[in-house]
């Protein structure tokens, strides 16, 4: 992701939907960010594949000028999290009814934990 120091342009407001649905799914998100003066844009995720997918996305982000906040959905939540490193100008990522990217403990052990916002 891209760091701080960008958040101080404009954010942009990334929508990416879930499996089961497509991005006319976020039309009444988008009109209320638009009446709120927030910029927004609902991305269509093709559902091709996670790694297609994520990458049709971080392209679509990537054209997206300055920071963006990308928002997943459900499967949405896995595509945002593959194609924001590959972004470049992704400031933050958030996840509605999705899960959020897990990690391994320290100790190696088989376990996870989920990640929190820092």
Do not use: C
Not at 47 to 72: F, T
């Amino acid at each position: 992701m891209t760091d701080a120091s960008t958040v101080n342009s404009r954010v942009t407001v990334a929508l990416v939907h879930g499996a089961f649905a497509d991005s006319s799914s976020w039309n009444d998100v988008v009109e209320q960010l638009q009446a709120a003066g927030i910029a927004v844009q609902a991305i269509s995720n093709p559902l091709r594949g996670i790694s297609a997918d994520a990458a049709y996305v971080a392209s679509a982000i990537r054209q997206i000028p300055g920071p963006v906040l990308a928002v997943g959905h459900s499967y949405g939540g896995a595509i945002i999290t593959n194609a924001a490193p590959h972004a470049g100008n992704v400031v933050g990522l958030v996840y509605v009814a999705a899960f959020p990217p897990m990690k391994a403990r320290p100790s190696g052990t088989s376990k996870v934990t989920p990640r929190t916002a820092s």
